[in-house]
């Protein structure tokens, strides 16, 4: 079993700033992609920023420049550093990682439970 367990979501001001953090553990063997997805309601699912196992960083036009996401290889976890926050940012963040189980050797992509984040203008 592998699991992630997430942290940092809640209610911010316009402007301010969110470090969400999440953590993958269990039986993992190796931690290829990690991200963050979020979801507001009627919206659908959006892909904020991803991060490969060598660092490199993807995001989406909507946060370009204002969030950084990171990790942590060792602790097979991953950050997302939202800064300049807005109304329209306001969701359910959900991470994910795509990890290769120590016992069947099966990449497969994991989630978080999800956080709230609530911007208030």
């Known amino acids: 079993q592998v699991h992630l367990v997430e942290s940092g979501g809640g209610l911010v001001q316009a402007g301010g700033s969110l470090r969400l953090s999440c953590a993958a553990s269990?039986?993992?063997?190796?931690?290829?992609?990690m991200g963050w997805y979020r979801q507001a309601p009627g919206k659908q699912r959006e892909l904020v920023a991803s991060?490969?196992?060598?660092?490199?960083?993807n995001y989406a036009d909507s946060v370009k420049g204002r969030f950084t996401i990171s990790r942590d290889n060792a602790k097979n976890t991953v950050y997302l550093q939202m800064n300049s926050l807005k109304s329209e940012d306001t969701a359910v963040y959900s991470c994910?990682?795509?990890?290769?189980?120590?016992?069947?050797?099966?990449?497969?992509?994991?989630w978080g439970q999800g956080t709230q984040v609530t911007v208030s203008s």
């Open positions: 994910y990682a795509n990890a290769v189980e120590s016992r069947s050797f099966v990449a497969r992509n994991y």
């Open positions: 269990g039986d993992i063997l190796r931690v290829i992609d």
């Open positions: 991060v490969t196992r060598g660092g490199s960083a």
